[in-house]
């Protein structure tokens, strides 16, 4: 029992639908709560199997034409194409979706700890690193913003 | 040993980085950096190889690839909203590309 209700802790965090539904209805029966359970953790399996068999194909045939396009990439504009065509419902896959993209950050953390392995680099450079970083990304913020208001403002 | 508490220290590490950040909401106790940097602190101080610390988080690395496929629902999400102005925003960042690509070769 207590590993369904550590998921529907998760569940209920990550979507709106279902918080609106509890507090809609008051306080719920233990069954009900259960009912969401099963059915989150359903759409979570369903959602997941969509995701690793976009992913397989992609890998299939990304080894089939032996390039070195990243995989996930292409799975997903696969899928994206798929949601496009309504070959996929984005029902099936929403509340997968958007519990991955809650958790998104947490998957980047040993790659950023990756970082301890170019730490002379680092140190060497770390003023055209830190210029660099900052100073392009505030002139690509700048430049993205005004340009596009620029041209939204023409237009009209 | 290190490799097997590698992913739930990692875990821990990141809900108490993110208690820490909605407690104290300033972009520089950003919860995925106060991770790294405390996960780099502990490791350097602990005389951990990379290594070991790597293959303790396969878990999470590997989740990485369906993650990104799993972007593809936001993007079919917004697409309306992308659509509309497509030619816009495609532009304005062809053009920023490019002005950040001029500036960070320059200064460098």
Do not use: D
């Given at each position: 029992m207590k590993e369904p209700s550590k998921k529907q802790h998760l569940s209920s965090n990550?979507?709106?639908?279902?918080?609106?539904?509890?507090?809609?209805?008051g306080p719920i029966t233990p069954q009900q709560k259960m009912a969401s359970t099963i059915k989150n953790i359903l759409q979570l399996c369903v959602g997941l199997s969509i995701i690793f068999l976009f992913l397989a194909i992609a890998k299939l045939i990304i080894s089939y034409f032996e390039s070195t396009f990243p995989a996930s990439i292409l799975g997903m504009l696969m899928l994206f194409l798929a949601l496009s065509l309504g070959v996929i419902k984005l029902s099936w896959i929403q509340f997968t979706g958007n519990l991955v993209l809650k958790y998104l950050a947490l998957l980047f953390i040993p790659v950023g700890v990756g970082l301890i392995n170019y730490f002379e680099l680092i140190t060497a450079h770390w003023l055209v690193i830190v210029f660099s970083l900052?100073?392009?990304?505030?002139?690509?913020?700048?430049?993205?913003?005004?340009?596009?208001?620029?041209?939204?403002?023409e237009k009209s | 040993m290190f490799l097997y508490i590698a992913t739930p220290?990692?875990?821990?590490?990141?809900?108490?980085?993110?208690?820490?950040?909605?407690?104290?909401?300033?972009?520089?106790?950003?919860?995925?950096?106060?991770?790294?940097?405390?996960?780099?602190?502990?490791?350097?101080i602990l005389a951990i190889p990379y290594q070991d610390y790597q293959q303790g988080t396969n878990v999470i690395t590997a989740l990485l690839e369906p993650a990104i496929v799993a972007l593809a629902v936001p993007l079919y999400l917004q697409l309306k909203v992308i659509k509309a102005r497509l030619k816009y925003i495609l532009l304005s960042c062809l053009v920023s590309v490019m002005v950040a690509f001029f500036c960070a070769f320059y200064v460098m």
């Open positions: 990550s979507s709106p639908n279902n918080a609106e539904h509890k507090t809609a209805e900052f100073f392009t990304t505030l002139v690509t913020l700048f430049m993205v913003g005004h340009c596009y208001q620029w041209l939204t403002k | 220290l990692t875990l821990l590490f990141f809900f108490l980085a993110k208690k820490l950040y909605s407690m104290v909401p300033n972009p520089l106790f950003n919860p995925v950096l106060v991770t790294i940097f405390s996960l780099i602190a502990l490791l350097l």
